[in-house]
């Protein structure tokens, strides 16, 4: 499984981008995505998963109300909606993904097997 993660950029405080991450083959069923990102200088950390077989989702609080991610499972597509982007979003975000986890396994960098090669988000004030 290969994921190729794009729509990065440059942005300005309080803009919107929207990143996509494509998967080289349709996932198995129980496949969870998760969106990680990591800031120059610290650890990469999480910002949100989804389940593709059922939706659920869950997000790192720092996010909550302005990112949102989706999937379309007939284009193996996850996509991570983000708006009000501030200074702090600025980072390296990263796709991945991984067979069945628990819930609380979803915010882990550790879990995930399979990783994409990062897009750059730069947030301008």
């Known amino acids: 499984v290969q994921l190729q993660a794009f729509g990065g950029g440059p942005v300005q405080a309080g803009g919107s981008l929207r990143l996509s991450c494509a998967i080289s083959?349709?996932?198995?069923?129980?496949?969870?995505m998760g969106w990680f990102r990591q800031p120059p200088g610290k650890e990469r950390e999480f910002v949100a998963a989804?389940?593709?077989?059922?939706?659920?989702?869950d997000y790192a609080d720092s996010v909550k109300g302005r990112f949102t991610i989706s999937r379309d499972t007939a284009k193996s597509t996850v996509y991570l909606q983000m708006n009000s982007l501030k200074p702090e979003d600025t980072a390296t975000y990263f796709c991945?993904?991984?067979?069945?986890?628990?819930?609380?396994?979803?915010?882990?960098?550790?879990?995930?097997?399979?990783w994409g090669q990062g897009t750059q988000v730069t947030v301008s004030s």
């Open positions: 083959r349709r996932p198995a069923w129980r496949t969870i």
């Open positions: 989804i389940s593709l077989s059922d939706g659920s989702k």
């Open positions: 991945a993904a991984e067979g069945t986890l628990i819930r609380s396994s979803w915010s882990i960098p550790a879990q995930y097997g399979y």
